[in-house]
Each structure stands twice: as structure tokens, then as C-alpha cells.
């Protein structure tokens, strides 16, 4: 490939790459998005549209306060970012979250970046690494077979994969309201909507230990040869959880706590399924949760047995694909440069961040330190005690290469505020202390 040092070249289309096309066509340096849908396809995606959403429609919580993510939010609003301008202006009744219409959150994000006069989309796949030039390779956990093996083989390193799964779409008018009702767990939100953004399906005893009979036994998909499942915890299967202990979805996805069932109040559900509005319609909702790799026919079957389902229709089924990331804390440079390879950078989830907005940041943030390289400034190091700072910690070096697997934003990333009370107890100033001292950091490195 011939140099262009004059652009900044991204592989990829997602959350990170669109993100980084953005943060850099903002900075005034020209971009050129290559990706490969919808010429070459993935198990996931659906169109060839910009930061397409492939598993949940949720960009989990918006409390700048108490929350790492919601601090991620706020962080790359400060900067400018598309995407939280995108999901703000695209927002779905979703309680204390921010979920959007995915829809209409991705054909906002394409338009926007293909209407920037500094940004190039040119689809195809890229199938080796580039030999000069600035490049950000940000082709998420479903990077193509053909990089893969480049980056592989350029890393000496193997490839590492966890399996992710997508959640089922349920159409809104076949939902029997009759069982189901509308309320957030502890009626979470600041209006009506927002305290009613959920559907639940409340299930006694007898329902949910058949629920999970049903579910040990439905047919699965099967794995290729050579393939394992070490799945995420953050994003597993119900049936794998289902497999670690009979109560374990009562304490995860299908907890019954801070609901109330107005069709009979005086009972307390022994567990309760959870969908979440998908559209701004309110036409489509997702299972909370729910994401499985469960064949489709035993899908509908076992998903039927849900009160208040047993009609149902679904727009999507679940399924589940092989994620790739490398190993970043042993590839990485601190500038998220490919040490072997310093005028690639690697952002998103293939670095080995976990969830849509963490993988943005990622983009982001490699996208302003692309851009002072090209520039010739030195940008002074992103404070670790911001969210994304944190994040960017992590995956350069802050992991043990050893053990390294995805990891969303967590407070545990995190430096400690000297003096605070720790335990349970302390939490709320803690990680008010944790939020305060992000945002004065964060806006001081912005403005450096």
C-alpha cells in the first residue's frame, strides 16, 4: 500500500471506527473509513451501515455520578463525541439506562459521517496490514478471517476468542398484556416513560423450574472444530448460566426485585423476565439478558413457555459468534500503537474493551492521539483516574498479560481517593469522589 501519510486510514466501521472518523474529520485531518460490508458480510450485521448495533440497543447507565459508564458518557460528550450525540438524539425510554432506537442511532451516524467533507467510506475488505501511512484498525470482535491471520501472524501471538451472543427481538403486539406489565425495576426514571420503559413477565415456582428444564435440554448450537466457548461473563449465554446452578438466572437477568404485578399485587413472582423497549416506536422489545445460542426452532419453543410470551413473535432470534481480541497489553504501546508496527493503532473492542461505549472511547481516543502524532504535537498522558484514562490503562499495560480478557468500565480500574471508607457502606461517596476528580481531569486534559 502506498503512503497517505496526509490521511488517517480506519479498518472498520463500528462504534470505534466511526467514532475515531469523527474525533479526526473534527480536528481537520482527512479520513478514510475502509469497510467491508455490505460487500462482505458478517454473521451479526445486518446492513452496511455505520456503527451498527448487533447486540443489545443499550448503552447501560447514564449516572455521570454513581456509575463508571455514565462517566464514560459524560467524558465523550465533553469531547465532542458523535456517538453520545447520536444516542442522546435517538433515545429510548429505558429507565435509568441509555438504550436507543438502533435503527435510527446508525443511520444518523452514517449520514453524518458521509456528509463530512473530511471523510471517505470506500467498502472492501482489507486483508493484510499496511506498510506505511496512519492507520487505526478498529474492526471490532467479528474482524475478518483474512486480517486476523495478518495480525496474527505479524504478532507471533495467538489469537485470542471468546463467544458473544445476541439477545431476541419480540414484536410489541404480541406480548399478552394481560400477564405482562409496564414498570423499571424500583421505578427507576424522571417521567412516566422512563418509570414504565420495561415489560415483565413474572413467573411462579413451578413456571421457572420448568423454564429451566426446558432450557438444559433444548438443542444448541454446535461449535466448530478447534473452537472453544470461554465466553464473557459479562454477555453469557442463559443457558450456560442456567448450567452453573438453577437459581442462577434468579439472581441475574431474571431477578423478581423492585417490581410490583399490578394483575396481582399481593404475589411475590418467584422470577421475572424483563423486555426492553428496542424501537422509539415501542414496537419491538428485546429480552433482557437473554442472548443464547439455542437453535432457533428450540428457541421460539422454550421462549413460548414465558407467561405473558406465549404468543409471541419474533422480529430477530438469538444467536452467537466468535469475538476476536488481541492480546493488548503485550502488543500496545501507551499511544495504543502496535509496538512491532508503530504506525498502526488498535482501537475498540478487538483491544479487548468490552461494550459499545467503552469501544467508542477507544476509537476516540486513538483517533486524537493519531491526530497530534500527524500534526507533530505530543498529547500530555490521559489521566487514569478518568474513565477513559482508565480504560486506555488497562488494555496498555495495567492487565496481567497472562490473564488478560474483556473488560467494561468499572470503578475497580480505577485509582483510589485516599481517605475514603471503603465496603458496601461508603460506596455512594466513594464513587461520587471517583466521578468529581474524572470530570476535573478530564476537562483539564481536554483542554491541554
Known sequence: MRAMTQELHIIGGGMAGSEAAWQAASAGVPVVIHEMRPKVGTFAHQTGNLAEMVCSNSFRSDDDEQNAVGLLHWEMRQAGGLLMEMADLHQVPAGGALAVDRDAFSQGVTERLRAHPLVRVEEGEITALPQDGHWIIATGPLTSTALGQAIQAETGAERLAFFDAIAPIVYADSIDLSKAWFQSRYDKGETEEERTAYLNCPMDRDQYEA??????????????????????????????????????????????????????????????????????????????????????????????????????????????????????????????????????????????????????????????????????????????????????????????????????????????????????????????????????DWLAWLAA
Open 211 to 440: 423454564f429451566i428444564d426446558a432450557l438444559m435440554a433444548a438443542d444448541k448450537t454446535e461449535f466448530h472444530e478447534g473452537e472453544t466457548a470461554g465466553y464473557f461473563d459479562g454477555c453469557l449465554p442463559i443457558e450456560v448460566m442456567a448450567e452453573r446452578g438453577r437459581e442462577t438466572l434468579r439472581h441475574g437477568p431474571m431477578k423478581p426485585v423492585g417490581l410490583t404485578n399490578p394483575h396481582q399485587p399481593d404475589v411475590k413472582a418467584h422470577a421475572v423476565v424483563q423486555l426492553r423497549r428496542d424501537n422509539k416506536l415501542g414496537t419491538l422489545f428485546n429480552i433482557v439478558g437473554f442472548q443464547t445460542k439455542m437453535k432457533y426452532g428450540a428457541q421460539t419453543e422454550v421462549f413460548k413457555t414465558i407467561p405473558g410470551l406465549e404468543n409471541a413473535s419474533f422480529a430477530r432470534l438469538g444467536g452467537i459468534h466468535r469475538n476476536t481480541f488481541i492480546n493488548s497489553p503485550s502488543l500496545l504501546d501507551d499511544q495504543m500503537r502496535l509496538r512491532s508496527r508503530p504506525n498502526i493503532r488498535f482501537a475498540g473492542q478487538v483491544t479487548g474493551v468490552e461494550g459499545y461505549v467503552e469501544s467508542a472511547a477507544m476509537g476516540l481516543l486513538a483517533a486524537r492521539l493519531a491526530v497530534a502524532e500527524m500534526q507533530g504535537r505530543t498529547l500530555p498522558p490521559v489521566p487514569d483516574t478518568t474513565a477513559t484514562g482508565a480504560l486506555m490503562t488497562h488494555i496498555t499495560g495495567g492487565a496481567d498479560a497472562k490473564t488478560f480478557q474483556p473488560m467494561n468500565v468499572n470503578f475497580g480500574l480505577f485509582p483510589p481517593v485516599e481517605g475514603l471508607r471503603g465496603g458496601r457502606r461508603g460506596r455512594k461517596d466513594r464513587y461520587k469522589a471517583y466521578t468529581d476528580r474524572a470530570k476535573v
